[in-house]
C-alpha cells in the first residue's frame, strides 16, 4: 500500500469511527431522554366565540389522570403514548381535536380546540343538551352557558344517526336551526323554536311580543321571504307589540292576528 492510499484508508477509517460514534451518541441521547420524567403538562384551550370556555385546563388534566391512574408528571417519556392520549382527550364531548407534543424540556403540550354548540335542546323528556354544528350532541357546560338559539317541545330522543333518518322532528329543527343562523337578519331575530305535539313549528322572536306560526317543516325559504318581507315592509309603520301572531303557514300571504 503507497502513502496515498494508506492516508485515504486512514480517513476512510476516521469517517466511518466518527459515524459510529455519533449513532451511539444518538442512541444514548435517545434512550437517556426517553428513561427521563415528563417534567409537567401545559393546557392550551383556544376559546370560542368572545372567548367562551365550556371546560377548563383543570377538567382536561382531571380526565386525564382518570383515564391513565396516574398523573402524567413524573412519567418516564418512553411511557407516553401520545396518540392515545389524543384519542383519550377527544372522546370528551366537549373536545373537537387535541394536540399533543413533547417539548425540549419535557413538557406535555396540549392544544384543545372546543366543540362549538349551536342549538340547546330542552325536549318535553326534560332532556337538556346542545347540538353542534355537526349534530354532536354535547352535555350542558359547568362553567358557561352558551347564548345560542334554544329548541323545546315535542322531540324524539337524540340518536347519533338522526340526520340520516326521513322524516324526523330533530333533524326538521337542526335544519331550521341552521338556516336561521345562516342569515344574518334571521339568527339576530329568532331566539327560539318550539315544536308542539303536531309538530307544528313556532319561532319566538328577540324583539316584539308575537309569536311567529311557522307550521310544518316544508317551504321553509318561501316562508322565511315572507317573513323577513313582512317585517321590513309592514312593522315598521304598525309597530312591533301590534300583533300576537303572524302566521307563514298559507300560501303567499302572511296572516295576522292583532291584539
Known sequence: MNGIDYIKFVKQILWLA????????????IEQKEASPVQGVFVNIEPLDEEDLLITNEDVLLSIDRSFGVPLAGMPIANLNVARLERVLEEDPFILDANVFVDAKNYINITIEQREPILRVIDNNSLNYYLDKKGFRMPLSKHFTARVLVVTGNLPPYTPDFLEKENHGLKDVFELANTILADEFFSAQ??????????????????????????????????LEKLVTFYKQALPYEGWNKYKTINLKFKNQVVCEKR
Open 190 to 223: 329568532i331566539e327560539q323554536i318550539y315544536v308542539s305535539n303536531t309538530r307544528e313549528i313556532v319561532l319566538n322572536p328577540k324583539v316584539g311580543d308575537h309569536k311567529i306560526l311557522f307550521g310544518k317543516y316544508r317551504d321553509v325559504d318561501e316562508k
Open 18 to 29: 466518527a459515524i459510529v460514534a455519533a449513532a451511539v451518541f444518538i442512541v444514548s441521547a
